[in-house]
């Protein structure tokens, strides 16, 4: 075979494929999202973004669970091998600020009971509702944007499925409008409408996932903070049985 020839073979090769060359390349991601509709373009920004805030919120509360776990931890050991607040008080709390917090309400508490320290089961209830509003406010702190998983993961897929819907809609007026039954003229559409599913499942599943595992994660958090407390009320027993509570200028001075 002559040059000429082979040159005008690959030539009619490549006139052969380009059609379809310029088919598949319609139906890269990036050239369904501009060629889509503006509703179907929406959904997609949308689930985008709720992939994005996803994955921003668990390497977030990924982050900031373990740290309070680790604090958490490291403060019970402290609080544990301590034979009174006065110890306990002496102990380097700057990176566990609900341990320290702890520490403080009831050190707090038995300053402002100086005249009825007498009534030591009132003041140990008294204790226990301040670390439980202590428990509670940090759980909510730790809480914020979990919610925000639970709401994408449930509501992602169907938000998707609207585009998908949509877009097949939008796709078979084309098709009516075009007066031709070809796979090209209706494929795009629909690869279109299905990339809609598609973000939104990639947007519904990881933060599924992600609520579910700060859902138990949370649950031992809450038991070690519980831990916590009841190490500190645990302190505040000791001194009341062998009466130390009267004589407590460590706790005048950590007030």
């Known amino acids: 075979m002559t040059q000429p020839s082979v040159f005008r073979g690959t030539a009619v090769l490549l006139a052969l494929l380009a059609p379809h060359q310029a088919f598949a390349a319609s139906l890269s991601p990036i050239a369904m999202f501009t060629a889509a509709d503006g509703v179907v373009q929406g959904v997609m920004a949308l689930m985008l973004l709720g992939s994005v805030a996803t994955w921003a919120i668990l390497i977030l509360k990924l982050r900031e669970l373990a740290r309070a ?14 034979r009174n607040l006065a110890e306990a008080a002496q102990a380097d709390l700057a990176l566990a600020p609900m341990a320290a917090a702890a520490l403080h309400s009831a050190h707090h508490e038995i300053a402002l009971s100086e005249n009825g320290l007498h009534d030591l089961d009132g003041l140990k209830e008294r204790i226990a509702m301040r670390l439980q509003r202590l428990e509670l406010a940090a759980a909510r702190q730790m809480s914020r944007g979990i919610g925000i998983l639970a709401t994408i993961g449930s509501v992602g897929p169907f938000v998707g499925l609207f585009g998908t ?87 005048r001075a950590a007030v």
Request: a positive charge; charged letters at 15%; glycine letters at 8%.
């Open 69 to 82: 776990m680790r604090s958490h931890g490291q403060a019970l050991r402290k609080f544990e091998t301590a």
């Open 165 to 251: 819907v949509w877009g097949i809609m939008h796709s078979f007026v084309g098709l009516a409008d075009a007066k031709s039954a070809s796979l090209q003229a209706v494929a795009p559409g629909i690869a279109e409408a299905l990339l809609a599913t598609a973000l939104g499942l990639v947007a519904a599943i990881p933060a599924t996932a992600a609520y579910n595992y700060f859902s138990r994660a949370l649950g031992g958090w809450k038991l070690l903070t519980g831990d916590l407390s009841c190490t500190v009320l645990q302190l505040v027993s000791r001194e009341a049985s062998l009466g130390l509570l009267n004589h407590r200028p460590h706790l």
